[in-house]
């Protein structure tokens, strides 16, 4: 335990939450209890209250956490390429991979984030949550502009609404291919990245300039 109290707050926080993910994606969040934590990280439950006060905000540093890892997902997808399309392909690779690498976190961020920040009570890692989530927007926001000024999109986009149509969109398809692989294969003959692949390529062309 002595050398546990030389290393810095981040490394235990770390500790933490790695040990919260596991059971997370085991257990559900419900089902976890601060205690089931302390267990798995190691800790004693006492020791866990100096780093977290509640599993509420173990689950705000989580969905921080995602939302930084969707965002350099996608500013290295639009990052790669200039041309329009091959730009949103990779966004849609981008986001297959990381629904992959981190199912769990690909969830999280689909859930509620708070927007309301006027008074104080809310943490630290909710309003940071929300500024990557605007800074993801503006990303795609320019992806949408610079494809209508090329002329590959369409003129007429409402950039805004486009841009949630788009998330939800895609993170639907994308979870849909992953909880009903199986089926889908049995049913359309198309593995499961061929199935994504058309299914990004009808959303693409709902906006793209005939």
Same mark, same amino acid.
């Given at each position: *335990?002595?050398?546990?109290?030389?290393? #810095?707050?981040?490394?235990?926080?770390?500790? !933490?939450?790695?040990?919260?993910?596991?059971? $997370?994606m085991e @257990?559900? !969040?419900t089902a976890t209890s601060m205690?089931?934590?302390?267990? *798995?990280?190691?800790?004693?439950?006492?020791?866990? &209250?100096?780093? $977290?006060?509640? @599993?509420?905000? %173990?689950?705000? $540093?989580? =969905?921080?956490?995602? *939302?930084?890892?969707?965002?350099?997902? %996608?500013?290295?997808?639009?990052?790669?390429?200039?041309?329009?399309?091959?730009? &949103?392909?990779? !966004?849609?690779?981008?986001? =297959?991979?990381?629904?992959?690498?981190? #199912?769990?976190?690909? @969830? *999280?961020?689909?859930?509620k984030i708070n927007i309301n920040f006027e008074s104080q009570d809310y943490l630290p890692e909710e309003k940071?949550?929300?500024?990557?989530?605007?800074?993801?927007?503006?990303? %795609?926001?320019?992806f949408l502009i610079s494809g209508m000024k090329k002329g590959d999109l369409r003129g007429d986009i409402k950039i805004i609404p486009t841009i949630f149509h788009f998330w939800g969109m895609l993170s639907g398809l994308i979870q849909l291919a992953a909880n009903k692989e199986e089926y889908i294969v049995k049913a359309t003959h198309l593995s499961k990245i061929q199935f994504l692949e058309r299914g990004f390529d009808m959303l693409y062309h709902s906006i793209e300039k005939e």
């Open positions: *335990m002595a050398r546990r109290k030389k290393e #810095p707050k981040s490394v235990h926080r770390e500790n !933490i939450t790695t040990a919260a993910s596991a059971l $997370f @257990k559900g !969040i205690n089931d934590i302390a267990k *798995m990280a190691g800790y004693s439950k006492a020791t866990l &209250y100096v780093y $977290f006060e509640n @599993k509420e905000e %173990i689950i705000c $540093f989580l =969905v921080l956490d995602s *939302m930084k890892k969707l965002y350099s997902y %996608i500013t290295s997808a639009l990052e790669q390429h200039e041309e329009t399309k091959t730009r &949103y392909d990779f !966004i849609c690779r981008g986001l =297959v991979q990381y629904q992959e690498e981190f #199912p769990f976190y690909f @969830k *999280m961020v689909l859930d940071e949550t929300y500024q990557v989530g605007e800074e993801i927007n503006k990303k %795609i926001k320019a």
